[in-house]
């Protein structure tokens, strides 16, 4: 995933003093079955699944024109009843059609299973970036929580499949630092 103009806020490697949340950001493997492995009880919570405009940098990677409106899914990985990530995915609304019509269907089961379960998912690099309360996806995960902190941790990574591309963003909660690492 190439850096536009856009997409400078977001960084190849994170700038995170915590060596816990270090281990989760940089981990390159299913971050739902990470979090899985250190749950008694798993589950996802759907938050929305929409039609909606998108943010600018997301336009560029995803490859859309500006107006164009996007399917966007958001929701809340939950380890024992405490959501510890936020997790945010935009694809174009003709995909569900094509490459990513699983993404209709997903329902409460997690997309991180499904995109590892398949061979052909090309993954990029992840992306870096420290979200305060100026950032919407900051203001959306703190939804989630009783006392918003003064920045969340997120990454993102681009995933194609036969052309089309699918951008999934993971917002870190404060309580997956609670997870054995």
């Known amino acids: 995933m190439k850096s536009s103009g856009a997409d400078a806020w977001w960084r190849p490697l994170p700038v995170c003093n915590d060596a816990r949340l270090r281990r989760w950001l940089l981990d390159r493997g299913s971050l739902t079955r990470r979090i899985q492995l250190r749950c008694e009880r798993f589950h996802v919570e759907v938050l929305s699944q929409r039609i909606a405009a998108i943010d600018r940098d997301e336009r560029a990677i995803i490859g859309v024109r500006p107006g ?23 694809v174009e609304p003709r995909a569900l059609n094509g490459a990513w019509r699983m993404l209709a269907t997903l ?4 997309l991180g299973a499904a995109l590892f379960a398949d061979p052909c998912v090309r993954r990029f690099p992840l992306r870096f970036r420290q979200l305060n309360r ?16 003064a920045y969340l941790w997120a990454r993102r990574s681009l995933f194609t499949l036969r052309g089309s591309r699918l951008l999934v963003t993971e917002v870190f909660l404060p309580a997956i630092l609670a997870l054995t690492p």
């Open 107 to 110: 329902g409460t089961r997690p």
């Open 68 to 90: 164009v409106r996007c399917v966007v899914r958001e929701v809340s990985l939950n380890c024992d009843q405490r959501p510890v990530v936020f997790a945010h995915s935009v």
């Open 134 to 149: 100026r950032h919407e996806l900051y203001r959306r995960a703190c939804g989630l929580l009783e006392r918003p902190p």
